[in-house]
């Protein structure tokens, strides 16, 4: 499958690298496509791995990641042309972190209610499907935890683009926990904000979440 990742930081060239060794074909993308960081990247994953434009990956992709900065995602995705996302599933990692007033990490609210939804808005035409955004880059694939596999929160309106979705996170090592329509983005945006605070807090970035049931 070719996947196009709308992004070039830790998180694009994590799922990126994960995606090619899954046996994918992958293209990150940037506004400056001659950093050395995605150079190295391009190195190491080899040739399924490729550089472009973020209109480049939008259009690469049967399906499209989208792993920028949560605050410019709609800037991004204007840049990269919301047609070639047309009917699409698209996975939305963004959260809409920014510095408040006290320097403290915050999320910033929007207009759409979440970075998931916006990402919606933007692309009327791609089934948005939220996920990943509640974990650390470093863990994003084969998360290796005591008590195995872990939970990935997931939403989305589109139950095929959902089931694509659950399909590759079980690829990367995740059980797959469906939260609902795209406004659920509303509750996984922050518990991204909950995972940075407990990592600031313990000093520990290492951490998934797991939901754990009592019999009925
Ligand atoms: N880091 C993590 O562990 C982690 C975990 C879960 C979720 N997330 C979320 O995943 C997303 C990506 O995180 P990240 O740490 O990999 O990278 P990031 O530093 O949050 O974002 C980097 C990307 O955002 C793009 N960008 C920044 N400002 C822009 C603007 N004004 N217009 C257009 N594009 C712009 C950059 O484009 P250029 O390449 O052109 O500079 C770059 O590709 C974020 O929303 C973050 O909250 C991060």
Not at 163 to 192: Q, Y
Request: net charge neutral.
């Amino acid at each position: 499958m070719k996947v196009g990742i709308i992004g070039s930081g830790s998180v694009a060239r994590a799922l990126g690298a994960g995606l090619v060794e899954l046996g994918h074909q992958v293209k990150i993308s940037s506004r400056n496509t001659s950093a050395p960081a995605l150079e190295k990247w391009q190195q190491e994953v080899g040739s399924q791995g490729s550089v472009g434009a973020f209109s480049d990956a939008a259009q690469f992709g049967e399906i499209v990641i989208v792993a920028t900065k949560g605050t410019a995602a709609e800037k991004a995705l204007e840049l990269a042309g919301p047609a070639a996302f047309s009917g699409k599933t698209v996975i939305d990692v963004t959260n809409p972190l920014t510095m408040n007033s006290d320097k403290q990490l915050v999320l910033k609210e929007l207009p759409d209610g979440s970075c998931g939804e916006t990402v919606q808005r933007v692309l009327a035409d791609a089934k948005v499907v939220k996920a990943f955004n509640t974990v650390n880059s470093a863990h994003m694939f084969r998360p290796q935890f005591p008590g195995g596999v872990p939970d990935m929160f997931f939403c989305g309106n589109d139950a095929d683009a959902k089931a694509t979705v659950a399909e590759l996170l079980k690829a990367f090592g995740w059980n797959p926990v469906d939260i609902g329509k795209i406004d659920a983005a509303r509750l996984l945006e922050p518990v991204s904000m909950l995972g940075i605070r407990l990592a600031m807090n313990s000093g520990n970035w290492n951490y998934v979440f797991r939901v754990v049931y009592q019999d009925k």
